[in-house]
């Protein structure tokens, strides 16, 4: 049967999450929130909206819409603007060989990412052209844990969920990929991803050998 891969973007391609880090902590100070590396987990893999919400909670803030929609826009400027000089030194270790060797042999290979900036990001570190489907935030309306966006990507690939690989480094992703009957490779600890079919501490870790015993 044939195999189709999912990447997520953040953590997984490249690390954007100290950059998402920097934005939201500079948005918790407005809210006199002191907000901690550790609360920066509980965000990876989750769209936008609901990470100021979960930002809102933390800081027992009750916001108007209106605040809402100034600060998701201030937040994302921000971000943007902290990821405007990327480039293909911010590749994480192997993820280029990775794809390389994927489309090689012709393996389809998609994003399935909740960033909303997932296309300039990729373009910015040369990968881009690596990838058949791309789905992020701006195509599903589900955020993960809700395997809408892995679901959506498998059926641009033209491949069965269950015949589709899964990259992931957060909690609300490895649900995701599990829930669509996918395959999941997580990176990151394997205490809190044990979800997870495979678990590796980082990207450097994934060898040829294990890539290759996923297509077959």
């Known amino acids: 049967m044939p195999k189709g891969f999912i990447f997520d973007l953040d953590g997984v391609i490249v690390d954007t999450a100290k950059y998402h880090f920097k934005a939201w902590q500079s948005l918790a100070k407005n809210l006199q929130y002191n907000f ?9 893999g989750v769209s936008r909206v609901r990470s100021l919400e979960l930002l809102l909670e933390m800081a027992q803030y009750k916001a108007t819409q209106e605040e809402k929609e100034h600060w998701l826009t201030e937040k994302n400027d921000h971000y943007l603007s902290l990821i405007s000089n990327m480039n293909a030194s911010e590749i994480l270790p192997g993820i280029t060989e990775i794809l390389t060797a994927l489309k090689a042999q012709k393996i389809p ?6 960033s909303k ?3 300039p990001i990729l373009k910015k570190v040369g990968l881009l052209s690596y990838f058949d489907v791309l789905v992020d935030g701006n195509e599903v309306a589900k955020a993960k844990p809700d395997p809408e966006v892995f679901l959506t990507a498998a059926k641009g690939l ?11 480094d957060a909690l609300a ?12 490779v997580a990176i990151g600890d394997p205490a809190i991803l044990f979800k997870a079919d495979h678990c590796f501490a980082s990207t450097a870790e994934i060898t040829p050998s294990f890539v290759q015993s996923l297509i077959a």
């Open 173 to 184: 992703g490895v649900a995701a990929a599990k829930a669509a009957q996918m395959v999941c």
């Open 158 to 168: 033209g491949v069965a969920p269950e015949n589709c690989v899964v990259f992931e």
């Open 36 to 44: 901690t590396e550790q609360d920066n987990e509980q965000f990876k």
């Open 117 to 119: 900036n997932a296309k």
């Open 109 to 114: 290979i998609a994003l399935g990412s909740a």
